[in-house]
Antibody
Framework: EVQLVESGGGLVQPGGSLRLSCEAS????????MNWVRQPPGKGLAWISR????????QYADSVQGRFTISRDNAKNRLYLEAKSLSNDDTAVYFC?????????????WGNGTLVTVSS | DIQMTQSPSALSASVGDKVTITCRAS??????LAWYQQKPGNAPKLLIT???TLDGGVPSRFSGSGSGTEFTLTITSLQPEDFATYYC?????????FGGGTKVEIE
């Protein structure tokens, strides 16, 4: 069974940092683009970052460019998101999502998400 | 970035009704459009890819159509388990974007 499990969320103060992790199983992780999508409480979905299969190409939404860093460890089947200079606007559930073997692909499956709360 | 506009943002319907949700793109995304269903407290679930291809296991009462800038998701004979929020997503450009969502509520 294809599975994605996020961890690392929690309460962080404004200006602080956090590292999210996503453990993948049930598929050949090293072959796929991977994404992070977030959803503020009660609001819609927003793609924030993706990384190609070998980690050599990364892309970011304008809202997180320069503050967030996506990375992966194919030997450990893990995806990461380093988030810095956090503000209240970054409060959201963060989903780890598999893309395709090429960049132009739908997102499936999704992890259950990890909640990041930015508050003093 | 390509803007995706869904309408309506919410609708009320009864079991057995036919429901149509529209998604418009600010520029052509060809057929690179997906639809997702999300229930409260759960992750989104993929329904449709390439504008009209049903994902495996998705009931045939769901269908998608359109290309370019205008797309529709249709649910024929709405079932109790279909009450949820639906999102469109374009994956044509390097910056993926989602529509704002359509909440389908029980009338």
């Amino acid at each position: 069974e294809v599975q994605l499990v996020e961890s690392g969320g929690g309460l962080v103060q404004p200006g602080g940092s956090l590292r999210l992790s996503c453990e993948a199983s049930g598929f050949s992780f090293s072959l796929y683009w991977m994404n992070w999508v977030r959803q503020p409480p009660g609001k819609g979905l927003a793609w924030i970052s993706r990384i190609n299969s070998d980690g050599s190409t990364t892309q970011y939404a304008d809202s997180v460019q320069g503050r967030f860093t996506i990375s992966r460890d194919n030997a450990k089947n893990r995806l990461y998101l380093e988030a810095k200079s956090l503000s209240n606007d970054d409060t959201a559930v963060y989903f780890c999502v598999r893309g395709g073997m090429s960049v132009r692909s739908w997102f499936d499956p999704w992890g259950n998400g990890t909640l990041v709360t930015v508050s003093s | 970035d390509i803007q995706m506009t869904q309408s309506p943002s919410a609708l009320s319907a009864s079991v057995g009704d036919k429901v149509t949700i529209t998604c418009r793109a600010s520029q052509s995304v060809s057929m690179w459009l997906a639809w997702y269903q999300q229930k409260p407290g759960n992750a989104p679930k993929l329904l449709i890819t390439k504008a009209s291809t049903l994902d495996g296991g998705v009931p045939s009462r769901f269908s998608g159509s359109g290309s370019g800038t205008e797309f529709t998701l249709t649910i024929t004979s709405l079932q109790p388990e279909d009450f949820a929020t639906y999102y469109c997503q374009q994956y044509s450009s390097s910056s993926v974007t989602f529509g704002g969502g359509t909440k389908v509520e029980i009338e």
